[in-house]
């Protein structure tokens, strides 16, 4: 009787454990994906499409990012 106890609490401390890393990699995703929204936001206001302000307070500054689809060809200060 005792193994099993044993098992069994083995058992669900691995879960809680995947449970949480889980959680942390689901927050993680959500974060990023926020940064990202931000960032494509900063980049429409600055005028370029896929170019992005190097800091908050210099937006003639702007950087490239390479997309898949060719979006750097757009880049330029605005």
């Known amino acids: 009787m005792r193994e099993e106890v044993c098992a069994e609490n083995e058992g669900s ?3 809680r454990k995947n449970k949480r890393k889980a959680v942390e990699e689901r927050g993680a995703l959500r974060g990023r994906r926020k940064e990202r929204r931000r ?3 900063d980049s429409r ?5 896929g170019c992005v302000p190097v800091t908050n307070w210099s937006r003639d500054k702007l950087v ?3 997309f898949l689809d060719g979006q750097n060809s757009q880049c330029g200060s605005s």
């Open 64 to 66: 490239c990012f390479r």
């Open 13 to 15: 401390r691995k879960y």
């Open 39 to 41: 960032r494509g936001k």
């Open 45 to 49: 206001g600055g005028g370029g499409g």
